[in-house]
């Protein structure tokens, strides 16, 4: 019979990816023991605990986007070279970041605030990138897109793109939450390529020691 409850089903998967002390903790965690008994595991990859994060962060990241004078939805990009190399793409990406984050293009920008997530794409390479709103001036948006593009693009020797979000560029006042979950909607919590064992296993390795939230300012 095949499990039904989330936390079970990423158990089990974790179990098939080699990490059993990880599936352990998870199985100590919320639904799966009776009320009374709950404890938080506090794992990356327990669908219980990423919710409850994911809103934590959210309503951080709300905040201080409520704070900013000029909100603008920007994306960094990197893609892997192969299935295994996910922490390779994680690297430049967040370096690549930092390094855009010192240009002059940048001096604008007063505040920051985001996540990385990732996807696996065709089963084949990973899509390692960063959802954030940054608080500038819009004077000339496209210069300002085309300069920070060039720098990120150097920074990662010309794997990393940098684009204004098409989706929805400019956050009205009274969307700071929907977008602050959106970015913060986990790369661990309920994403597609979670219940393949080969997949999670490339995951857990990839994020040992690596953070994904974003923010300064």
Same mark, same amino acid.
């Given at each position: 019979?095949?499990?039904?409850?989330?936390?079970?089903?990423?158990?089990?998967?974790?179990?098939?990816? $080699?990490?059993?002390?990880?599936?352990?903790?998870?199985?100590?965690?919320?639904?799966?023991?009776?009320? #009374?008994?709950?404890?938080?595991?506090?794992?990356?990859?327990?669908?219980?605990?990423?919710?409850?994060?994911?809103?934590?962060?959210?309503?951080?990241?709300?905040?201080?986007?409520?704070?900013?004078?000029?909100?603008?939805? =920007?994306?960094?990009?990197?893609?892997?070279?192969?299935?295994?190399d996910l922490?390779?793409?994680?690297?430049? /990406?967040?370096a690549g970041?930092?390094?855009?984050?010192?240009?002059?293009?940048?001096?604008?920008?007063?505040? #920051?605030?985001?996540?990385?997530?990732?996807?696996?794409?065709?089963?084949?390479?990973?899509?390692?990138?960063?959802?954030?709103?940054?608080?500038?001036?819009?004077d000339d948006?496209?210069?300002?897109?085309?300069?920070?593009?060039?720098?990120?693009?150097?920074?990662?020797?010309?794997? $990393?793109?940098?684009?204004?979000?098409?989706?929805?560029?400019?956050?009205?006042? $009274?969307?700071?939450?929907?977008?602050?979950?959106?970015?913060?909607?986990?790369?661990?919590?309920?994403?597609?390529?979670?219940?393949?064992?080969?997949?999670?296993?490339? =995951?857990?390795?990839?994020?040992? #020691?690596?953070? /994904?939230? =974003?923010?300064? #300012?």
């Open positions: 019979m095949q499990p039904t409850d989330p936390q079970e089903i990423r158990a089990v998967a974790l179990e098939k990816a $080699g990490e059993v002390m990880i599936a352990a903790r998870i199985r100590k965690c919320g639904s799966l023991l009776p009320p #009374g008994r709950r404890i938080a595991c506090k794992s990356r990859y327990c669908p219980c605990c990423a919710s409850r994060e994911r809103e934590r962060l959210a309503r951080r990241t709300a905040a201080k986007i409520r704070a900013m004078r000029d909100p603008l939805l =920007v994306q960094f990009s990197v893609k892997s070279r192969g299935f295994k922490g390779a793409a994680l690297d430049p /990406l967040r970041i930092s390094r855009a984050r010192r240009t002059w293009a940048f001096k604008t920008v007063r505040a #920051g605030a985001g996540a990385i997530e990732f996807k696996l794409l065709q089963n084949r390479f990973w899509d390692a990138h960063a959802h954030l709103v940054v608080d500038v001036d819009d948006l496209d210069m300002w897109e085309h300069e920070v593009q060039k720098a990120f693009t150097k920074a990662t020797d010309g794997r $990393g793109r940098f684009s204004i979000h098409w989706q929805a560029p400019d956050i009205a006042p $009274g969307h700071t939450m929907r977008i602050a979950r959106y970015m913060h909607k986990g790369a661990t919590e309920d994403a597609p390529w979670s219940g393949s064992p080969a997949a999670l296993a490339v =995951v857990v390795q990839s994020l040992h #020691g690596r953070r /994904l939230p =974003v923010a300064w #300012g």
